[in-house]
């Protein structure tokens, strides 16, 4: 049997894609039986989550207009009343849409993206790995001998205990999903130290349609354009 982990930053994308994400997430359980997610991606998923949306509701509030200062010459005419009605309606929208996006950072509940994450990982099929203290020192470890997968900041160690965890947990092929380049830069050295430490394969790519050809299922249009192959 092939293992499939999807890496958290295809999750996140999926706040600022075009694509509905649930058809997305529909592709994706149905890898359920072959999904192994280490616990540590459930945190940084909940844990940036907050961080994208409040990026996407910065920019909506940037979008609102100023209060139309009008010279006096068309002060008086109609179409100027109208014009400041328009904007403060305008504005009004804009605020309201503010709002919503606050809401669905403090209520995970009201959040689509998150509802289906965690649905994914709560469902049965799927192998959530939870870290041990054994696994974080060698993350650890892993991170000062300067070893891949490299976490970007200097004192986290979120990838690095990603792929500690499935080398300690998985003895079969592995599809590592992900668009992280620490992994896909390194392929020759993880794909080496996978088959050592597992005795099995390793495949990394950026594609969750790769790991869909396992069970024969279609990637569906909105998973196609996602990935940027239409």
């Known amino acids: 049997m092939t293992a499939v982990c999807v890496d958290t930053n295809l999750f996140l994308e999926l706040y600022e894609s075009n694509e509905d994400p649930g058809e997305i997430f529909a592709d994706i359980g149905a890898l359920a039986?072959?999904?192994?997610?280490?616990?540590?991606?459930l945190d940084e998923f909940l844990r940036n989550r907050s961080r994208v949306l409040d990026r996407i509701a910065d920019d909506v509030r940037k979008h609102k207009t100023e209060e139309v200062l009008a010279p006096s010459i068309i002060r008086v005419n109609p179409k100027t009343a109208a014009l400041q009605r328009a904007g403060e309606e305008y504005n009004r929208a804009v605020d309201a849409?503010?709002?919503?996006?606050?809401?669905?950072?403090?209520?995970?509940?009201?959040?689509?993206?998150?509802?289906?994450?965690?649905d994914l990982s709560g469902d049965p099929a799927v192998r959530v790995i939870h870290r041990t203290d054994e696994l974080v020192t060698r993350a650890h470890r892993r991170k000062l001998l300067g070893n891949p997968p490299k976490s970007m900041g200097k004192d986290t160690i979120g990838d690095e205990l990603i792929w500690e965890t499935l080398l300690a947990n998985l003895a079969e092929d592995l599809i590592f999903v992900t668009r992280d380049r620490t992994y896909r830069y390194h392929t020759a050295y993880l794909a080496g130290e996978y088959r050592e430490r597992t005795g099995g394969d390793l495949t990394i790519t950026d594609r969750i349609s790769d790991a869909l050809a396992l069970v024969g299922r279609p990637a569906s249009p909105a998973l196609v354009r996602f990935e940027g192959r239409e």
Do not use: H, K, Q
Not at 97 to 118: K, N, Q, W
């Open 33 to 41: 039986e072959l999904l192994v997610l280490p616990d540590i991606i």
């Open 97 to 118: 849409l503010y709002g919503d996006i606050e809401s669905m950072i403090r209520e995970p509940a009201g959040d689509p993206v998150a509802r289906a994450f965690t």
